[in-house]
């Protein structure tokens, strides 16, 4: 008796699964436009695609299955529906419990394929039926999803149902990246940038597969992080900025948010406190810094180098040892920067005193150093990573200790280098660096220094003479998008010709996420008539 009963409900829960997935079959049955995966405007290029010419219809039937919660593949399909929601304002459930309809699915999975051998690698099997992303990591799912984002149409096809129809071209996406450490550094100290603008800055940075925001925190203008042993560094040094306007920090709570935020889009937050040098606003906070028996005055100019710590004084290491431990504690990546760039009133050998004692302070409290070029010069442990600015003998001596070194040569990636001589903000100290100078350069063998020993790359802006989130986007856009290429696509799959049509085509992406990019006139850019106007915001 039980037995038939339960025979019954299985078959009763059969016929109406069946009659469900059929009505849903039959309508799905679209004849979508032919399609071709190879010329989609992807940034940066992915390793290898192969376009089999149909279409996934991305509709009002789509629903996203994710591997399980824990390993962090849920949020990532969350991330992705927000996403789809943003551009085309479809609502698609994910990890709803009806069971799937075998067309539609969108599923992020999971997978110990050795084809997948770096934490960021992932596939994606595009068909008529459903999409299926490969990936090793949450981090290699949240990378490929980004490549989807981008190859949903901007508007869809209203023609052949009566509801909307986004036409995915379909084929297979092998893809991973060409450097490990793909980053931007905002440089929040000469002029402060809130928690919003930061935020805004990843938004853009996680769409085109960054992994590193680097905050420079400390300058002679500024300090903005609050170290809770030493107060005065925010209520002092960090009052004004370049130009005398008040200038601004972040919490604790708030540094924790944007590093929660960053981790949400996988990218890591490098925090810096530049010293000796560059150390005018700890000094004017607390004058035992510098040594020299003065009380500076809060800096608002724009000059650099004139500015040091005393090397040889005991509070001094006391006080980096509460400002790395402060920081670290509230930093869950493995590095941290301490700057050590243009000290030009520190003597060599104090400066190599110096660097040492302070790699040895960053090391006990489980982080990695980075510094950048002129730290070549001490004798540091080979974990310790160099940061290639401008010194090409500091970097080779760096890489005879062993070191990594990340690039960031003034003259190709500064994102603070006017485009050129009308350009509305910038220096131009280093260079004038036009859209295409800043995307024709070879990261692998610059300067001689061998692909083996690099990181990767990291594009800084310098604030001195932007102070506003509108003047922050005129800098980094469109350069910033070239250099998340140099990052990830291996050196034969970059060409300008061919990048300057993708480049063109990510105007309506741009213009729906409010960016206000200079408009290159190397770029025919593409206008913007995306069907749905919400501006793509969490
Ligand atoms: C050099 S690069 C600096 C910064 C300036 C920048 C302006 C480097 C390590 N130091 O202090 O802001 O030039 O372009």
């Not at 940066?44 to 593949?73: C, Q």
């Not at 551009?87 to 069971?99: A, F, G, R, W």
């Not at 005879?400 to 903000?425: E, F």
């Not at 990048?499 to 105007?507: I, P, S």
Request: aromatic share 12%; net charge negative.
């Amino acid at each position: 008796m039980k037995s038939i009963l339960a025979r019954s409900l299985f078959l009763l829960t059969f016929i109406i699964l069946f009659s469900a997935c059929a009505e849903k079959k039959k309508k799905r049955v679209l004849n979508l436009p032919e399609t071709d995966l190879a010329s989609e405007n992807m940034i940066p290029k992915p390793l290898r695609v192969i376009p089999t010419n149909k279409g996934f219809a991305l509709d009002k039937f789509t629903t996203i299955y994710t591997s399980g919660n824990s390993l962090g593949f849920a949020e990532v399909g969350e991330f992705l529906a927000k996403k789809i929601k943003g551009k085309t304002n479809l609502d698609i459930p994910v990890n709803v419990d009806e069971v799937p309809d075998q067309e539609g699915i969108i599923y992020i999975n999971q997978s110990d394929s050795l084809e997948l051998n770096t934490p960021e690698a992932y596939q994606i099997y595009i068909t008529q039926d459903s999409i299926i992303l490969n990936s090793n990591t949450a981090e290699g799912a949240f990378r490929g999803i980004q490549t989807l984002r981008q190859i949903i149409p901007e508007t869809s096809i209203d023609t052949i149902t009566e509801y909307n129809v986004w036409n995915i071209p379909t084929g297979k996406i092998i893809d991973s990246p060409n450097f490990e450490y793909r980053g931007s550094m905002l440089d929040v100290a000469r002029h402060f940038f809130s928690v919003k603008d930061v935020k805004k800055y990843i938004d853009i940075l996680a769409y085109y597969k960054y992994n590193v925001l680097h905050l420079h925190l400390s300058d002679d203008q500024g300090w903005r992080i609050e170290i809770k042993s030493w107060p005065k560094l925010t209520e002092i040094g960090g009052s004004t900025e370049v130009g005398g306007k008040a200038g601004g920090f972040y919490t604790q709570e708030e540094y924790t948010e944007i590093v929660n935020y960053a981790a949400k889009h996988h990218i890591m937050i490098i925090p810096e406190i530049d010293m000796p040098g560059h150390t005018n606003a700890a000094s004017v906070s607390y004058p035992i810094l510098n040594g020299n028996g003065k009380t500076p005055k809060l800096y608002t100019g724009m000059q650099v180098g004139k500015s040091t710590f005393d090397t040889r004084k005991d509070t001094v290491y006391t006080f980096i040892d509460d400002v790395v431990r402060e920081i670290s504690a509230i930093t869950p990546g493995p590095y941290f920067h301490i700057g050590g760039d243009e000290s030009h009133v520190t003597k060599k050998n104090d400066y190599i005193y110096f660097i040492e004692k302070v790699e040895k302070i960053v090391q006990k409290h489980g982080k990695r150093m980075i510094g950048w070029d002129e730290i070549g010069q001490a004798d540091i442990d080979s974990t310790s990573v160099s940061h290639f600015w401008s010194s090409k003998k500091n970097a080779l001596d760096a890489i005879k200790k062993g070191m990594k070194v990340i690039m960031s040569p003034a003259k190709k990636a500064y994102l603070d280098m006017q485009y050129d001589s009308l350009s509305k903000h910038g220096l131009h100290w280093a260079a004038y660096i036009p859209t295409d100078v800043g995307y024709k350069w070879t990261p692998e063998n610059y300067e001689g220094i061998p692909k083996e020993n690099i990181l990767g790359i990291e594009a800084p802006l310098w604030s001195e003479t932007i102070s506003n989130i509108d003047e922050l986007e005129y800098l980094a856009f469109p350069r910033a998008i070239g250099y998340s290429e140099l990052g990830w696509s291996i050196e034969e799959n970059r060409d300008w010709e061919n990048y300057k049509v993708r480049l063109a085509n990510q105007a309506p992406f741009l213009e729906r996420m409010d960016v206000k990019y200079y408009p290159s006139p190397l770029i025919d850019w593409k206008k913007s008539k995306y069907s749905y106007k919400e501006i793509e915001k969490e």
